[in-house]
């Protein structure tokens, strides 16, 4: 049987625009991938053969599209359950023409537990995740142990893992969680310049310009 584990959303009410109802009305089976309980064969999932990049909550997709854009290479899993992301990256994806992105809307613990190959991604973004930042909600966040270690199995000695937060208690958290992870090794000294495949969100900048700070993990499978 297995384990209750820390799920990578927060059922919430959110507001969904009719551009973004339309996108997942008509193209939705086009870029979708239905959850199952079955390995995900991306070779089939992407047309093509090549490294695969899963992301983990993308929001309203905008990192998701520039990143998509400037690295055709690659193939890029994202990984989202709200309604309005789906639909904002649905959209993103048709107006940029991209063909290198495929969506689950599903639990990504779920995701990875039953569709992700063991040692089968090349890489693993996780973007400002919710902070949590009430300390007795702290046990809520994404990035725990557990979770880590489920990723590291399923990342190919080699792929990264990029992770980052504006929220300082939490990037100290993500350091520790990470740094205890014994396949995993730290790619800095601490936090991580941002890597210029990254690119600033307008939260990011708005958030910069006040002062706030904004921290990069990256680590690497042994």
């Not at 490294?51 to 990984?79: C, H, K, Y």
């Amino acid at each position: 049987m297995e384990q209750p584990h820390i799920r990578s959303f927060v059922h919430r009410r959110g507001h969904i625009t009719q551009g973004q109802k339309e996108a997942l009305s008509t193209v939705r089976d086009k870029w979708s991938i239905p959850y199952s309980q079955t390995l995900l064969d991306p070779a089939i999932a992407f047309g093509r053969t090549a490294p695969v990049i899963l992301e983990i909550g993308f929001g309203m997709g905008e990192t998701s599209e520039q990143i998509a854009l400037a690295r055709p290479q690659d193939n890029f899993l994202g990984v989202e359950v709200f309604e309005a992301g789906v639909g904002a990256l649905l959209k993103r994806i048709e107006a940029s023409s991209l063909n290198n992105i495929r969506i689950i809307q599903h639990d990504a613990v779920e995701v990875l537990r039953h569709m992700i190959a063991p040692e089968s991604l090349a890489g693993v973004h996780i973007y400002f995740p919710d902070p949590w930042p009430k300390k007795r909600h702290h046990k809520r966040r994404l990035i725990q142990p557990p979770l880590i270690n489920l990723l590291a199995s399923r990342m190919a000695p080699g792929a990264y893992l990029h992770c980052a937060t504006d929220w300082e208690h939490y990037a100290l958290q993500m350091l520790e969680v990470l740094s205890a992870e014994p396949t995993l090794v730290n790619t800095s000294d601490g936090f991580a310049p941002r890597p210029d495949y990254r690119p600033l969100t307008k939260f990011e900048q708005r958030g910069l310009r006040l002062g706030h700070g904004v921290w990069d993990l990256i680590f690497r499978k042994r």
